[in-house]
């Protein structure tokens, strides 16, 4: 599969919240997911294991699927059986291959990959990003492990009031495909901001 040249990717995402800062001060982006891309930004529609490399990348975001991994599915992990954790493992791999040199991080929430892998390097929620985003001022705790340099987001927190329990209450198909799995954009301008330093202008 032919791909285009980008600076900066993101990988198992259709939201393509994590591109927008980039792509707003002018570098070039692109996404990577098996769901049709919702951001308008340049994307290809394929699965990461179709993948062989990310031509021009300079900064790679990664979002493995977290569904075998995080601790809020911990109820069902023995009846998904092993298969289940290795095939989530298997996502995390493939995003660790593309990234390869690069700067660049895996995003998931608590769950497995501390035990599988290692504890994240860093964790984030949305309200330590507040400022950069006004409404983004809710607690929904999850982890960075940076790879290659990359660093941790820069915070700014707004002073707001934290919900603590908006995902909570989220109803289930909103929590699965929307407000709960989108990336917040205050976190991806703190992201933008801490690693914009590995990315060539012009």
Known sequence: MKLPTAQVWSICDQWQTALKPWHDAGYSVCSIDIEPSRGGLPSVRASINDIESLPGAQFVCAWPPCTHLANI????WAEKGPEAL???LDGVEQCKRLIGAAPGFIENPMGRLSTHWRKPDVKVHPWEFSGYCQGESYSKET???LLNGAR???RAYSGEPID???IHHMDSHKRKHHEGIKTPLGMSIGIYLANRQFVSQG
Do not use: S
């Open 73 to 76: 599915g911990a109820r069902w």
């Open 152 to 154: 941790q987001p820069i």
């Open 86 to 88: 290795a095939e989530g």
């Open 143 to 145: 982890g960075l492990w």
């Open 164 to 166: 603590m329990k908006r």
